[in-house]
């Protein structure tokens, strides 16, 4: 029977539903219920903005977003987005989905905590994040009728301490490689759950780099004209 939430419809196929069995047997309550809204929301802002999406490849997209925050599918290098992105890709390969909408899925996933360019992006890819961003961030909690919010979150609650609790997840997602979150927003989660964590600094890397243009000249090569004219 398809279940609806504030007018969206929870995607029903097999493979939506093998989604929902491996997250809901996966993840904590406190991650499933905030993928779930993440769909909603996500569904609800494509709705307001005329956007055309598939629901079942924005559904699996925001499904697996968090999946990389779990150990068993957590790599010892690469950022949990990409634990995630990776996974829904091996889940998708399994009931046939093509590599266009394998990279659309990916893609919402991997860049879902890169502000900025999602949202220039195919509507899963922007949708996936729209939802992120409601969800924990309230950013644009607004442009949803309190309707809409009070079904969603009656649907899959939030937890009085859910800001704390989804921080103490990202934290404990990330924390044994602190090095992937060099460049994105989980730096912000490190500095304040871990003691020990010292962020990267952009420009100290490019200071502290293995070049020294303090003896670097031009590096002439064949038909640049400088040989010619003595000009560096």
Request: charged letters at 25%; hydrophobic letters at 40%; a negative charge.
């Amino acid at each position: 029977m398809t279940t609806t939430i504030a007018g969206i419809k929870i995607p029903d196929s097999i493979m939506a539903r093998a989604a929902t069995e491996l997250v809901r047997d996966t993840e904590p309550d406190l991650l499933y219920n905030h993928s779930r809204r993440v769909f909603l929301f996500g569904a609800l802002a494509g709705e307001r903005k005329q956007l055309k999406f598939d629901p079942e490849l924005l559904y699996v997209g925001a499904m697996f977003h968090d999946m990389g925050l779990i150990e068993a599918y957590s790599s010892k290098t690469d950022r949990f987005e990409v634990d995630g992105a990776n996974a829904a890709r091996d889940f998708l390969k399994q009931y046939g989905a093509n590599e266009y909408d394998i990279e659309q899925v990916w893609a919402s996933i991997a860049l879902h905590t890169t502000p900025g360019v999602p949202e220039h992006m195919k509507p899963v890819v922007a949708l996936v994040t729209a939802g992120v961003e409601m969800d924990v961030l309230g950013l644009t909690y607004h442009e949803f009728s309190e309707e809409q919010r009070i079904q969603v979150v009656a649907a899959h609650p939030r937890e009085q301490t859910f800001k704390n609790d989804i921080i103490d997840a990202f934290a404990q997602g990330t924390i044994r490689k602190p090095e992937t979150t060099f460049g994105n927003v989980k730096a912000d989660v490190l500095e304040l759950r871990d003691p020990t964590y010292k962020r990267l600094n952009f420009c100290q890397i490019i200071l502290g780099s293995a070049w020294d243009d303090s003896n670097a000249g031009h590096a002439h090569h064949a038909g640049c004209g400088c040989a010619d004219t003595g000009k560096a």
